[in-house]
Every structure is written in C-alpha cells, then in structure tokens.
C-alpha cells in the first residue's frame, strides 16, 4: 500500500509541474508583450521596473521558465490589476468558498448516485427504475446554468423560497471562518446550487453504480453469498455495493474535472464568491495575475482530489495495491 | 433473427469480389453502416435518440429556410412599435428578445452550430481516442506508459476553465473552441477503448491472426478495430453532448463566436440584458433545445453500451 | 429415514424463447453420510437441482413443482426467511468456479466468519479460531486467514471454500465440479480430501459432475441427468458397470481408461436438446443409437431394472445385447441405425 501511496505522490506533484507549465507557455502565445501578463501598465515606471526585475521578464525564456516554477511553488503570483492586493492574499476566502460548495456537490451527487443506482439495479426493468434513469438524463442533457437559472427563477424569484444567489445576506460581519460558516444563514444559501448541481452530477454515478450492480450481481460470489443464508440487504449493501462501488470511484475521479467547470459555471449563476467566478471575472477585467492564478488553483484543486480518489480507490479495492 | 451480435464475433464481413479497392471500401461501410443500425434497432430508445438526432440534423441543415425571420431583424408588431420582449405568440412561437428579434429563428439557426460542434468535436474525440487506445493497449511496454502518462496528465486539467482560457487568450471563434474540447475530451475514450483492447488481445482470434502472418497494422484495424468500434461510438454520442455542452457553457460566459448565433449565446444575450427574470420565454426555449440534442446522444451512447455488455439489456 | 427426499422437482426458467424446463420432474433420495453422484453434461440441469434445493436460483427461475424433503421439512414450502436459516447451517456448497465464489475486497478468513456468525451467537475470536482450525483440516497454512483471495491460488482457493462449506457442521454438502477448474493432480488431491473429510463430518453429499471417473471413485450411488430429467439412477456398481440406459453407456465410453487394451475414445454424436421445446417422447431419441419409432412418442418412465438401480428406457429388456453394442464404435456412428 505504501508504495502504492507514493507513487500516486509522485504522480501528483508530476501533473501539478505540467499543469504550471501549461499555463506558462499558453499565457505566452497571446500575441504582444508578455510582460503586461504581470505587469499593469497602470502603475508607475518604477514599480513596474520591479515587477518585471521580480518575475524575470527582462531575462531570456529559460530563466523566466526557472523563476515562475519558483515563484509558484512558493505561491507568489504577483499583483492583481484589478484588486491592486497581493493575490496571494485574496486566494484563501475565495478557494474556501468554492471547495464548500464543490465539496457539497460531489458529496451529495456521489452519495445519491451510489444509493439510487443500487435500488434501480435491485429493482430491475421497475417504473422506478426507468423514471430514475430518464430524469436523471435529463437533467444531465440540460446545461448546468441553465438549470440553475431556471432553478432561481423558479424557487427563488417566484416562490421566494431561497435567496438570489450568493452565499450570505449582504451587510453582514463575521468573527472569524467559523462563524462565517457555520450559520444557518450560509445554509440556506448554499441549499439550492447545490442541489442544481447534484442532480446535474448525479446522473453520472448512478448509472454507473446501475451497470455496475448488475455486473455484480451476476457474480459467482453473489451468489454465494446467498448461499450462506445472507439476509438481503446484507447481500446487496456489503458485497455487491462493495464491490460495484469501484467503477463509480474510478468516475469519480473524471467527475471532478467536470465539477470544477461546473463550479464556474453555478458560481457565476448563483454569484457565489468563489474561485470559479473569479477567474471569469479576472478574464474579462483583463486581471491577467488574478486569472493565471486561479486557473491555476482550480487545477490544483483537481490534481489534489484525484490524488485522494485514487488512494479512495486503493483503500477499497486490494487487488489494486497489490503490484 | 439469429444473427451473431455480440462485440467477441469477428468482423463478419466478407470483401465483396472485383472491382477496384474503393468500389469494394464503399461496399464494407455501408455493410457497416447496416450493421450499425441494426444495433441500435434493438433498443427502441437509441432509435428515439437516433430519430430526434437525424431532425435536428435536418433543422440544421435547412435552417435559412425553416427559419421564418431573420434571427437578427428587429421585428415590429402591426401598430408599428418594435416587438420588445413579446411573449410567446402565434407569430413568435418562442417570443421575442430586448432587441425585437424573433426567439423561434434564432434556436433555428442556432442549431447549425450545435450540430457542427457536436459532430465534428465527437468524430474528432472518437478518432483521436480510439487509435491512442488501440495502440496504447495493443503496443503495451513504453508507448503504452507514455500514452496513459499524458492521458493522466491530461485529467489534471479542469475542463471548462482551460476551455475559456484557451479561447479567451486565442480569439473566441467555434473552430479554438472545438480545439479546446478535442484537446481535453479524448482521454476518457483512450482510456476505455485502451480497457477492451486488452481483453481483446489475447483472444484466439488475434493469435490466429498473427500466426497467420498478419502485420501488426492489420491485425490493429482489421481484427481489433471492428470489435471496439461500438464502445467507440458510444463514447462518441456521449462526447458529442459533451461538446454542445460545453460550447453552450462558454458562449454563456461570454466567450463564444461572436459572429455565430449558438444557444447557448442565446442563453448569454438574456443573462447580459438582465431580462432573465421578466423574459423566461427567452432562456426556456434555447435550454430546452440543449437538452433534446444532448439526450439524444445520450440514448445512442446507451444503446451501444448495451451491445457491449450484454448484461445490460432489458429482460 | 432419508435425509433428503426430493420427489417431481420442476424448475423452469423464463427466457425470451419461452420457458427454458430445465429440471423436469426429477426425483431421488439421499441417505445420512452417503455420496450420491449426479452426472450429465453441461446444460443438463444437474447445477439447477442443486441451486433449486437451497433455493438460490437466478432472477428468471422459479421452482414450479414438486417438493423436497430435507430432515423433515419441507424446502419448497418454508419462508425465505425459515429457508435462510437451513442454508449453510443444514446444507452447504462447494460451487464450481472458486475462484469467484470469494468476495474479492474482504479477507478469506474474514468471510468464513460471516458464515459462521450468520448462523451461531460467537464471538469474532473463537470464529476465527474454528476458521484456523478448518484451514488446518484442508491443509491452507493457518496463518492466511487474512489475506485477500487474489493471494491465494486456484488450488488454495478451492480448499478455502470446502473448509467454509464444512464450516457449520451441515448434513449435506452439495459440491458442484468442485474440481473442474483444476489441474489433474490438485483434482486429486483435492478429491481425496473431499471425500475424507466427508466421513469424518459425517455429512451426506451430492457429487455434481460430468466426470464418470470421479462419481466412479468417490460415490455410492449415482443419477445420470440428461436434458433436465433423470436416465438411470441407483446403486454405483449396477450404473457403472452395467448401465440400462444407452446415454450411460455412452458415457462410460467417453471417458478413456488407463488400463485396459487401448481403445479409441467414442463420444456421443449430436448435442442436447432444446428445453424450451423439448421433443416428443425420449429427450435421448434424437442422438441414442438403439432408437426405436416408440422413443419418437412415449415418454419412457423410470422403471427397476435391478437391485437398487432405475432405468428409463423402453429397451431395457434388451440390455445386455445394447450394453455390447454400445462398447463398439461404429455403433454410435449412425444413430437409430440398431435394431
């Protein structure tokens, strides 16, 4: 397991250097100076002059490759136009409030999906099944934001039963993260997108937990089990959902790539302040500091979750670690 | 009806006599073609999918004429006033925008770029996906490390954010954004295909085809590739939802082609007009398009799931 | 008094064709600590009879008629969950594919436990206790009890599913081709074991194979199925040595024999029939060598022929002149050529 472990390790910071690199060469293919990426044209000559001395920009490809490596491992990403703060500094509040509502997200789609798609296999070729499927399709043929438009339009202008968008009551104060969190207040708006993005994301693991229930079921340990005077659940909850669960946590890595997209998506619907909704922002402000860096931090938060996937996946299937 | 259907058979298909290559070709892939669709036949749904796919297909197609105003005219009801923000009528079916503009003629057109992206982005991810999993699953040794390394790599990045960045710094025109969708889409097709290959391997087929002194190529494309084939097109169908999806998802962001009408722009223009909440005609009618293709492709990927693994079919 | 008493089991099972009569009223007994073979070939219904007695069949099957007898009750008219608690406890299996009959993600040991606390108020320790000690009566090295299946070889696997199956204590052991998958000398070894342990728990088993060899060593009395019904039943010797049915005869030959002058081996010309449209008459009569027109429209009942032995067929009265004909290979060449 430990190898394992540590190769999965090595993986990651692998992937976290190509994706920081990625985004090295594709801010310079933009045409003209690459020096106004970092650089605001705003400030005076001097501090630009330090700027361009601080991010190597004067210097040849090679040593600004060498410099930006360094400067985000070390998490400087320079100063955002628009904000004229460190965006190191404006990163944390932003990154917190995405990984809740994403963190939310996946949870519940994942843990839904998983439990709909065992019932529908153990009910096969049921009512409940067949309407499982179509509207869990359909809500996964339409596009995110315009569910979630659809939803605020619904549930929140018309029935007034949640609030318009984002994640607190304007005007209010907050000791400290705790409190800022734990509120019913932020409950309530963290409620409707992220049931939009549930049942979004939810399609996914359900069908595949469903397929793979039933390639389960049909498996000779099944019926062995059965053959011991297992009661029925038991069966279905402690060796065939065990064991179907494994293709769902192989999905479930694929579906973090999506959830992120969607997090800009219900962030930029909901205006929920998160990193989604700033990097789209910080795009049409022309930030170009602020947009690198949360580009950048989103693939990091992918990067980190696939990582925990894949020992998620380790931990459950001991064929796997077993090389 | 007792016709072989499983993916283990061999491509049954025997070459047509004489002639010259083409002619003989041609014959194969509408052999092919036939085949196909007497698999999705099987599953009623797939033929509901495939049904909706071939009108939207034809929408697209004869949209200028479908299409009974220009998308872009300001249109003016009969006491002379611009029809601003007019619910859904007989003479505008899906009502009009802030500018006047009939609703109805712009999903019309706007079909044409769903079904360029969705098709052109799904044969691309197919194409790209299934030969990277050919040979990544056949070679095996480094070429197989080294493809599913970049594949790895490739899910580190998040998808719609490198879409929007891609565009936002190349120009946002259909064609970058069809490229940011191949560039990251064809990894979870690779993947698979990649999966069944190596089932397939080390069949019996496969070994008699080699002793029998088949190249390498041949063995790839003319034993192997036939069997994956339907895995392949059904992740085909699912990626082309995919890439409407996500070409509506960018345009609503606000980086889609500007000179091109898509739905998803639609959706944009109500958004940036502030009209979402006095105008629901506006929204409904475009994201309800979105669904119907989307869905569509999701009944053919179904429907193909279902003939590669048998246990998935109904009763 | 039997142990188990299963008089006109009829299992069908539903398919897009139709109903598929896999078991068609098929009868037998099995006393306290006997080995009783069931023989066939594959598609025969042998594997059906025994997942219909503990009742484990497949969503499409259902048990149609008949009742079975087991310690007094009986099995077809207990409740699911009555029927639970016989299961493992009263009677137990070995099923085909070992391989696979271990849930891959938890420990072996771990899911010989459950068998065991499904059944009986212990304690995980002493459990896992008795788990070593059945380890140590297959001969699996005690300490593996908590590794995973995967690290276990085929042979150790099998082993691991006999010491589960002996688990409880249980009066019958059903064993499914409980060696097919194996190597020659693991079946062996395997074989042996079976069979020893079996008189030293004092259980009763039903041997399920299509290897005539391994009923020949291990059983004392023996069915022969053939497409969903019994052929010939009885006492092991008579079967064996002087079988009445001419599919019996046919597969005494088919199997090749290490002593004896060298003869070339005579399999069974044809395949089984269609059980959802089974034929007229005989199920044999399409592939039997001594078909006579009778075979093409009764139905031959199972008839004594013997000390403890059962036949159906309507020749029975000619046996000794077809168990000649039947060693001869010419005679399988050219079914219902005989007269």
Not at chain 2, 144 to 150: E, G, K, Q, S
Not at chain 3, 14 to 42: C, H, K, W
Not at chain 3, 203 to 208: D, E, L, T
Request: with cysteine.
């Amino acid at each position: 397991m430990r190898a394992y472990v540590i190769r999965r390790f090595i993986q990651m910071l692998f992937t976290l250097y190509v994706l920081a690199s990625v985004l090295f060469f594709m801010f310079r293919i933009v045409p003209g100076d690459p020096t106004l990426m970092y650089v605001d044209a705003a400030i005076p000559k001097e501090a630009q002059l330090v700027m361009l001395e601080q991010f190597g920009l004067n210097r040849p490809l090679g040593h600004q490759y060498l410099l930006y490596l360094k400067n985000t491992f070390q998490g400087e990403f320079g100063t955002s136009f628009y904000y004229h703060a460190p965006v190191a500094r404006l990163i944390p509040p932003m990154l917190i409030s995405t990984l809740l509502l994403m963190g939310t997200i996946i949870t519940l789609a994942f843990v839904l999906g998983a439990v709909l798609g065992t019932l529908m296999a153990w009910r096969r070729g049921s009512r409940f099944e067949l309407s499982m499927l179509a509207t869990s399709l359909a809500f996964r043929s339409a596009p995110l934001f315009w569910t979630g438009i659809m939803a605020l339009l619904v549930f929140s202008y018309t029935m007034k039963w949640f609030p318009i968008g984002g994640m607190h009551t304007p005007g209010q104060e907050f000791a400290g993260v705790l409190d800022k969190y734990f509120n019913l207040d932020f409950l309530h708006h963290l409620i409707l997108p992220s049931l939009v993005g549930a049942i979004y994301f939810m399609a996914s693991p359900m069908l595949i937990m469903r397929n793979s229930m039933l390639e389960v079921m049909g498996e000779d340990f099944i019926e062995m089990a059965k053959a011991k005077g297992l009661k029925d659940h038991t069966v279905m909850f402690k060796h065939a959902m065990r064991n179907a669960l494994l293709p769902v946590v192989t999905v479930l890595s694929l579906m973090i790539g999506f959830a992120i997209g969607g997090q800009v998506l219900l962030e930029t619907v909901f205006r929920w302040p998160g990193m989604g909704r700033e990097m789209v922002l910080a795009i049409q402000r022309f930030d170009y500091p602020m947009a690198q860096a949360s580009f950048f931090m989103l693939g990091v938060i992918v990067i980190i979750l696939n990582f925990i996937t894949d020992l998620l996946y380790g931990y459950l299937d001991p064929r796997v670690t077993y090389r | 009806m007792k016709k072989n259907l499983s993916p283990e058979s061999e491509s049954g298909h025997r070459s047509p006599p004489g002639r010259n290559p083409w002619y003989r070709w041609l014959k194969r892939t509408a052999g092919t073609a036939k085949f196909q669709l007497s698999l999705l036949w099987r599953d009623k749904i797939g033929m509901i999918g495939l049904i909706i796919l071939v009108a939207i297909f034809l929408v697209a197609v004869f949209a200028p004429v479908l299409a009974p105003h220009d998308p872009m005219e300001t249109m003016t009801r009969p006491d002379g006033r611009i029809a601003r923000m007019v619910p859904p009528s007989w003479q505008f079916p899906f009502g009009t925008d802030r500018l006047g503009r009939d609703i109805f003629s712009q999903v019309i057109i706007g079909s044409r770029v769903a079904v360029f992206v969705g098709l052109i982005s799904a044969f691309m991810v197919v194409f790209i996906g299934t030969n990277v999993g050919l040979i990544s699953g056949y070679y095996g040794g480094i070429i197989d490390d080294i493809l599913m390394r970049i594949t790895d790599i490739v899910y580190g990045i998040p998808f719609l954010p490198f879409a929007v960045i891609l565009v936002a710094l190349i120009g946002p025109g259909l064609f970058n954004i069809i490229l940011a969708i191949v560039l990251i889409s064809w990894r979870s097709t690779a993947r698979v295909i990649r999966a069944q290959v190596l089932t397939l391997k080390q069949r019996a087929f496969i070994e008699a085809a080699r002793v029998s002194g088949a190249s390498n190529f041949r063995i790839i494309y003319r034993h192997i590739m036939p069997n994956v084939l339907p895995l392949s097109f059904a992740y085909g169908a699912l990626s082309m939802g995919t890439a409407i999806l996500t070409e509506a998802s960018v345009s609503f962001l606000g980086y889609g082609d500007p000179l091109l009408i898509s739905w998803g722009k639609i959706i944009f223009m109500c958004y940036v007009a502030q009209a979402i909440t006095v105008a629901w005609w506006w929204v409904l009618a475009p994201g309800l398009a979105i669904m119907l293709v989307v869905m569509s492709g999701f009944f053919i990927g179904r429907a193909y799931e279902q003939v590669v693994n048998p246990r998935l079919r109904e009763r | 008094m039997a142990l188990l008493d299963v008089r006109h089991l009829k299992t069908f099972f539903r398919t897009q064709a139709g109903d598929s009569r896999a078991v068609d009223d098929v009868s037998f007994g099995i006393a306290p600590g006997e080995n009783f073979g069931l023989l066939g070939e594959s598609g025969c219904g042998k594997t059906t009879v025994a997942k219909s007695l503990i009742r484990v069949l497949p969503k499409n099957g259902r048990i149609v008629g008949g009742q079975a007898e087991f310690e007094g009750q009986d099995l077809f008219a207990l409740s699911e969950a009555q029927m639970r608690k016989i299961r493992w406890r009263g009677i137990s299996m070995i099923s085909q594919s070992a391989m696979n009959a271990l849930d891959p993600v938890y420990r072996v040991g771990d899911q010989i436990v459950e068998a065991i606390q499904t059944h009986v108020k212990m304690p995980r320790s002493e459990a896992l206790e008795r788990v070593r000690e059945l380890f140590g009566l297959v001969g699996i090295d005690r300490r593996r009890s908590c590794d995973y299946p995967h690290q276990f070889s085929g042979g150790m696997r099998q082993r691991a599913i006999i010491a589960m199956a002996l688990a409880l204590n249980p009066s019958l052991i059903i064993a499914d081709e409980p060696t097919t998958a194996l190597d020659v000398i693991v079946q062996d070894q395997i074989l042996r074991r079976i069979s020893s342990l079996q008189k030293q728990f004092d259980a009763s088993m039903i041997m399920i194979t299509h290897d005539v060899s391994v009923i020949a060593e291990l059983c004392e009395r023996a069915a022969v199925m053939y497409a969903g019904k019994i052929v010939e039943i009885g006492n092991i010797r008579g079967v064996l040595k002087r079988p009445y049915h001419p599919y019996t005869m046919g597969l005494k030959n088919a199997f090749p024999s290490i002593y004896g002058d060298k003869q070339d081996l005579i399999s069974i010309p044809g395949s089984p029939p269609d059980l959802v449209h089974p034929p007229e008459g005989c199920r044999f009569n399409l592939r039997c060598p001594f078909v006579t027109d009778r075979c093409y429209s009764e139905e031959p009942p199972l008839r004594e022929v013997g000390a403890d032995q059962f036949a159906a067929c309507h020749r029975i009265s000619e046996a000794e002149k077809l168990q000649a004909l039947s060693d001869k290979k010419e005679t399988w060449d050219r079914p219902g050529e005989v007269e």
